[in-house]
């Protein structure tokens, strides 16, 4: 008897070998400028390798005002094409893997602004601060938000340029389209704010304007999170709940979304997204880098570092998880989407063991899996349920390191527990440099002088006006302080 974890998976217009996705998860493997590396393309090809049927890429901005985090490869110009080309190919020569492009835009989520964002507030739907770090925002005015519009229909169209399989919407997690999407977020009082019609209509949009700029023919996603959960500060208001999800994943079929991928949680990292622990000893080292990114962000940081401390926000970030299960988190919420549409559902949630899949397939409650954490832990796991087992000998733990590292260290699996060796570790992480770009020479071109004090002096004849005593400068009001 086949296996059903083996069977390929039919889009409309896109066909992956079989029902396991590599979900978005990478690190800060790129350049400052937005441009894609050798390291990311090392980074893609462990999983390829391993024998997924299909990945999807971390949180690709089509802005480089919609960074989450600085040394993300971004899709905001035609001159990144061919990098993008270049990471297709490298994938695809693995039995065939899909590559598809996740297309993002923080919003106001934005945990490392870098030298692009530092020092801003960033565009929302709304103007209150993100919740959990303070990250500080504005709404977006209609010309704003109809410019987003166009700049994700164009980062469908240079991944279509670039020979990859497919695009997928962000609209999950607390991302921008969150934002607009959300109850306990969206205050506005336009016609992007107010019913869930409206608060919809920012993400459906961007779904008409993708059909319109690449054609009925390119495969198409949308990630959404089914319930937002958004009190994880307890004063926060609810969110959506899963009859709006529902309903959200309707619209997205008929605006012609070709599949949806369901999470939760109204914002990154939540409390069941990623499910499983939180290491207080690697945040206390790591979330320096984001401290000035936001003015909530020094008090967690104290919460994070003082082990006096550390029971307030254990009390906050556990209180959600009691009676939950850490794999499969969210099935049951794919479920009753994948009841309401006719287009192939995935569904990730801490997914590492074949049976808890199979089960999942068969019964209805998704069409495939998008695992992030328990391949980290397993770049192999597919070959492992190839292989007959029902999960790796050394699974992942869900102790959340590698995310907790992320805003710092190289992404990979920390749990030493896993390991024989620190040292083994290390390799384990320093494995996505061992192959290096080549290094070129930049052409010379013509060696520029600046001018010798003479050639500087005006013309004979010109009127010079200068004095010998320097003027003052001009005096700034008390209170602000020069750059």
């Given at each position: 008897m086949s296996d059903v974890i083996f069977s390929p998976l039919r889009f409309k217009n896109l066909t992956v070998k079989n029902r396991i996705f590599r979900s978005n998860i990478s690190g800060k493997f790129d350049n400052e400028d937005g441009s894609l590396t050798q390291t990311r393309i090392n980074w893609e090809c462990k999983f390829a390798k391993g024998g997924v049927g299909a990945i999807i890429s971390s949180y690709v901005p089509v802005l480089m005002e919609g960074r989450i985090i600085a040394g993300y490869a971004t899709i905001h110009r035609d001159e990144f094409i061919p990098y993008w080309q270049k990471l297709g190919e490298a994938v695809h020569q693995y039995d065939g893997c899909r590559y598809i492009m996740q297309l993002s835009h923080s919003g106001r989520q934005m945990d490392i602004p870098g030298v692009h964002n530092s020092g801003r507030p960033n565009i929302s739907s709304t103007s209150k601060k993100e919740s959990l770090h303070g990250f500080l925002c504005r709404a977006a005015t209609k010309f704003e938000i109809d410019g987003l519009v166009k700049a994700f229909a164009d980062g469908a169209w240079r991944a279509k340029e670039a020979g990859l399989d497919g695009v997928e919407l962000h609209a999950a997690n607390g991302y921008l389209f969150t934002q607009f999407l959300s109850s306990g977020i969206n205050d506005r009082t336009d016609d992007y704010g107010g019913s869930l019609e409206n608060r919809a209509r920012f993400l459906r949009e961007v779904i008409h304007a993708i059909r319109a700029r690449v054609g009925p023919d390119y495969h198409l996603q949308v990630k959404l999170s089914a319930?937002?959960?958004n009190n994880v500060v307890p004063w926060e208001k609810k969110g959506n709940v899963l009859s709006d999800t529902v309903q959200v994943a309707k619209w997205?079929?008929?605006d012609g979304a070709d599949a949806i991928h369901v999470s939760t949680g109204s914002l990154f990292p939540h409390p069941l997204n990623p499910p499983g622990d939180f290491?207080?000893?690697?945040?206390a080292t790591t979330y320096d880098t984001m401290i000035s990114s936001g003015v909530d962000t020094f008090r967690n940081f104290l919460l994070f570092r003082y082990k006096?401390?550390?029971?307030?926000f254990r009390w906050i970030w556990f209180r959600m998880k009691k009676g939950l299960p850490f794999e499969a988190v969210s099935m049951e919420e794919a479920r009753a989407i994948k009841a309401a549409v006719s287009i192939p559902v995935l569904n990730t949630g801490g997914y590492q063991t074949a049976s808890?899949?199979?089960?999942?397939?068969?019964s209805g409650a998704f069409d495939g899996v998008a695992i992030a954490r328990s391949l980290l832990a397993n770049n192999d796991l597919v070959r492992w349920w190839e292989s007959g087992h029902d999960r790796p000998p050394r699974p992942c733990t869900y102790c959340n390191k590698c995310l907790l590292n992320a805003p710092k260290n190289p992404m990979g699996c920390y749990e030493l527990s896993r390991y024989d060796s620190r040292e083994q570790m290390i390799d384990n992480l320093m494995s996505i440099y061992a192959v290096h770009a080549t290094l070129n020479l930049p052409p010379p071109g013509v060696v520029e002088r600046p001018p010798t004090p003479s050639e500087m002096?005006?013309?004979?004849g010109s009127v010079h006006y200068a004095t010998s005593i320097p003027k003052k400068p001009p005096q700034r009001p008390s209170g602000i302080m020069s750059s």
């Amino acid at each position: 008897m086949s296996d059903v974890i083996f069977s390929p998976l039919r889009f409309k217009n896109l066909t992956v070998k079989n029902r396991i996705f590599r979900s978005n998860i990478s690190g800060k493997f790129d350049n400052e400028d937005g441009s894609l590396t050798q390291t990311r393309i090392n980074w893609e090809c462990k999983f390829a390798k391993g024998g997924v049927g299909a990945i999807i890429s971390s949180y690709v901005p089509v802005l480089m005002e919609g960074r989450i985090i600085a040394g993300y490869a971004t899709i905001h110009r035609d001159e990144f094409i061919p990098y993008w080309q270049k990471l297709g190919e490298a994938v695809h020569q693995y039995d065939g893997c899909r590559y598809i492009m996740q297309l993002s835009h923080s919003g106001r989520q934005m945990d490392i602004p870098g030298v692009h964002n530092s020092g801003r507030p960033n565009i929302s739907s709304t103007s209150k601060k993100e919740s959990l770090h303070g990250f500080l925002c504005r709404a977006a005015t209609k010309f704003e938000i109809d410019g987003l519009v166009k700049a994700f229909a164009d980062g469908a169209w240079r991944a279509k340029e670039a020979g990859l399989d497919g695009v997928e919407l962000h609209a999950a997690n607390g991302y921008l389209f969150t934002q607009f999407l959300s109850s306990g977020i969206n205050d506005r009082t336009d016609d992007y704010g107010g019913s869930l019609e409206n608060r919809a209509r920012f993400l459906r949009e961007v779904i008409h304007a993708i059909r319109a700029r690449v054609g009925p023919d390119y495969h198409l996603q949308v990630k959404l999170s089914a319930v937002d959960r958004n009190n994880v500060v307890p004063w926060e208001k609810k969110g959506n709940v899963l009859s709006d999800t529902v309903q959200v994943a309707k619209w997205c079929e008929q605006d012609g979304a070709d599949a949806i991928h369901v999470s939760t949680g109204s914002l990154f990292p939540h409390p069941l997204n990623p499910p499983g622990d939180f290491s207080f000893e690697t945040i206390a080292t790591t979330y320096d880098t984001m401290i000035s990114s936001g003015v909530d962000t020094f008090r967690n940081f104290l919460l994070f570092r003082y082990k006096l401390l550390r029971p307030i926000f254990r009390w906050i970030w556990f209180r959600m998880k009691k009676g939950l299960p850490f794999e499969a988190v969210s099935m049951e919420e794919a479920r009753a989407i994948k009841a309401a549409v006719s287009i192939p559902v995935l569904n990730t949630g801490g997914y590492q063991t074949a049976s808890v899949i199979r089960d999942g397939i068969s019964s209805g409650a998704f069409d495939g899996v998008a695992i992030a954490r328990s391949l980290l832990a397993n770049n192999d796991l597919v070959r492992w349920w190839e292989s007959g087992h029902d999960r790796p000998p050394r699974p992942c733990t869900y102790c959340n390191k590698c995310l907790l590292n992320a805003p710092k260290n190289p992404m990979g699996c920390y749990e030493l527990s896993r390991y024989d060796s620190r040292e083994q570790m290390i390799d384990n992480l320093m494995s996505i440099y061992a192959v290096h770009a080549t290094l070129n020479l930049p052409p010379p071109g013509v060696v520029e002088r600046p001018p010798t004090p003479s050639e500087m002096l005006p013309p004979p004849g010109s009127v010079h006006y200068a004095t010998s005593i320097p003027k003052k400068p001009p005096q700034r009001p008390s209170g602000i302080m020069s750059s």
